[in-house]
Structures are given as C-alpha cells and as structure tokens.
T-cell receptor, first 116, second 108 residues
C-alpha cells in the first residue's frame, strides 16, 4: 500500500520565485494536513482539509501561502513570492476517520525547501 | 489553542530505560499521540492515549493524566536504532498540534 507521496523531495529556489509543493494522500483517507518543520519552531500546522474542503487555515503564515485540494487524491501548497524565511521541511499527512478519533496521521517524506 | 512543552535532549545507554515527558494545555482535549522521527525522515506513529492510564506496545509504553495535562513515553531496553526525536502531539477537534520534540541519543 503506497503511503503519502510528496514531490519534489528537494527544492532550491531564489527569493521572489513561485514554489509549488505537491501531495498525494493515502487512498481512502479523507483528511489531509500540511505542516512546516524548522529547528526553531518545530512542526507547525499550516492548513488541513476534510473531504477536499479547507477546514482550518489559521496556521498559514500570510497571503503568500495558498493551498488547494481539487480532488481526493491531490493537494498543492503554493508560496508566491518565496522568501528566505520560508526555508523549511514541508510535510503533508493524511488520516482516515478525521481527527476526532484515534486515527494516526501518516506523513509523507517531506519537501526540503531552500530559498536563497 | 494549545501549549505543548517537552524537554529538548537526553542521552542514555543501550539497554537502559528512558522516560520522555510532555506537558500540555489545551482548550479541547481529544487524545494525545507520540511520534518518532529519525533525522531527515518523516514522523512515524508510536502510540495513542485518550483515557488516563498506561498503554503498552512492546518496548514502548505511554501514560496519560488528563487532569494534570501530562503524558510520558517510556522506552525500555534501548537500542541504537531508538536514537531519534520523540514528539508528543495533542489533538483538538480536527487539529493535531505537536511539541518541539525530545532528542534521545543512545550510546553503546
């Protein structure tokens, strides 16, 4: 059974460029989460979706960040324009039965973003 | 909102027992998870507690006291492969918020 698939694994870009991160959740999971991880702040929840609908985007840093989930098997996180402080590892995770029960989150391998 | 506190780092000897603590404050508790994260890898699920008490899974056990906002993860018979960061995460409805993790270094 394939896990959560993220692409690219690594992304190096220059300040001001647009960055798009991609995620394919585990088939049948109806919740999808985007997290960002840095040494200073740890794992921060950016946004999560239920049945393709954004439920809570209060963690999105600012208007430069946007996320979409056009169907149950695909989500994107876009940063435009990117800044050096956006450098981090971005994880996508999915879970079944939502977040109100003991369904663990399954994480993808992450995208390591470096903005120079 | 949530406030999750974990100590940052500890070193232990192979074969020993180590306890990792987590304290939290939350407005709506819906369970506590422990995850393991090796350097450069994704977090992987270890255990889940929603009721007070101890949950045991092989060499790993996790304890929860909801009234105290406190949990610990107990690692027994430490192995070198247990060197990793251990993250506690508190679930409110729909959200899972993580602590910064506790780095465990296992030495021979």
């Amino acid at each position: 059974d394939a896990g959560v698939i993220q692409s690219p694994r690594h992304e190096v870009t220059e300040m001001g460029q647009e960055v798009t991160l991609r995620c394919k959740p585990i088939s049948g999971h109806d919740y999808l989460f985007w997290y960002r991880q840095t040494m200073m702040r740890g794992l921060e929840l950016l946004i999560y979706f239920n049945n393709n609908v954004p439920i809570d985007d209060s963690g999105m840093p600012e208007d430069r960040f946007s996320a979409k989930m056009p169907n149950a098997s695909f989500s994107t996180l876009k940063i435009q324009p990117s800044e050096p402080r956006d450098s981090a590892v971005y994880f996508c995770a999915s879970s079944a039965q939502g977040a109100t029960y003991n369904s663990p989150l399954h994480f993808g391998n992450g995208t390591r973003l470096t903005v120079t | 909102g949530q406030n999750i506190d974990q100590p940052t780092e500890m070193t232990a000897t192979e074969g020993a027992i180590v306890q990792i603590n987590c304290t939290y404050q939350t407005s709506g508790f819906n369970g506590l998870f422990w995850y393991q994260q090796h350097a450069g890898e994704a977090p992987t699920f270890l255990s889940y507690n929603v009721l007070d008490g101890l949950e045991e899974k092989g060499r790993f056990s996790s304890f929860l006291s909801r009234s105290k906002g406190y949990s610990y993860l107990l690692l027994k018979e430490l192995q070198m492969k247990d060197s990793a960061s251990y993250l506690c995460a508190v679930r409110e409805v729909g959200r899972l918020a993580f602590g910064k993790g506790n780095q465990v270094v296992v030495i021979p």
